[in-house]
Every structure is written in C-alpha cells, then in structure tokens.
C-alpha cells in the first residue's frame, strides 16, 4: 500500500509560480512511477507530468505544460514535486499526485494506470 498526500496549492496571481509536494508512504516509493494529473470544474482529469520509475529521472510533460512545470523526485524523501511557473488563469483546478507502473507513453497518460492517488490540492490562478 502506498498513501499519497499532496500540499502546496494555493491562490495566486497569473504570471506567478506555486511548487506542489506529494509525500508517500510505504518504502517502495523508488519502483513507482509519480505523476501528477489536473481535475478543473465539469472537465475530465487530464495528465500534466510524470517521472518515470524506470527510467533512472526521466520525465515527461504534457505539451501544455512544457517549459513552465517541472516535475522531480526525491526518492531518499519519498517525495515528489511540481514546480509551477507562469501560471495561468487555465491551469485552475485540483491538482492529483498518483502513482503507479505504466509500461508505456501512452499508459503514463491514462488515469487507468494507477493503484494509488492522493485527495488533491487546489491551485486556483487569478487574472
């Protein structure tokens, strides 16, 4: 079992940044790929970052986000970040830290392919 709670969200302005946390529990953190998945009012979740547990630190970045979130990892801390920069009023929504072992790009994606999820925090970006 692995438990995920995530902090970090907050109010803040466009143009501003916000660093999202996600503490596991459990000692397996390492062989878990962390992704982190966005959930705004009357939309489905849709994928924003993962690092990937094969992979030696890769990562991979929905097109969205690309050049403004960074997504890490700190396996001796069992925890993994989200480094937010020049928000948007569209990147508003309850942002899910999840993990699991997809196999391919395309599994990374999809919320099907996750055991475990935390209960969400709220970034909310102003105009």
């Known amino acids: 079992q692995v438990q995920l709670v995530e902090s970090g969200g907050g109010l803040v302005q466009a143009g501003g940044s916000l660093r999202l946390a996600c503490a596991a529990s459990?000692?397996?953190?390492?062989?878990?790929?962390i992704s982190w998945f966005r959930q705004a009012p009357g939309k489905e979740r849709e994928f924003v970052a993962a690092?990937?547990?094969?992979?030696?630190?890769?990562?991979y970045s929905a097109d969205s986000v690309k050049g403004r979130f960074t997504i890490s990892r700190d396996n001796a801390k069992n925890t993994a970040y989200l480094q937010m920069n020049s928000l948007k009023p569209e990147d508003t929504a309850v942002y899910y830290c999840?993990?699991?072992?997809?196999?391919?790009?395309?599994?990374?994606?999809?919320?099907?392919?996750?055991?475990?999820w935390g209960q969400g925090t709220q970034v909310t970006v102003s105009s």
């Open positions: 999840a993990a699991g072992r997809p196999i391919t790009t395309a599994q990374v994606m999809s919320v099907m392919n996750y055991d475990y």
């Open positions: 459990g000692r397996t953190f390492s062989v878990y790929t």
């Open positions: 690092t990937i547990h094969w992979s030696g630190g890769y990562t």
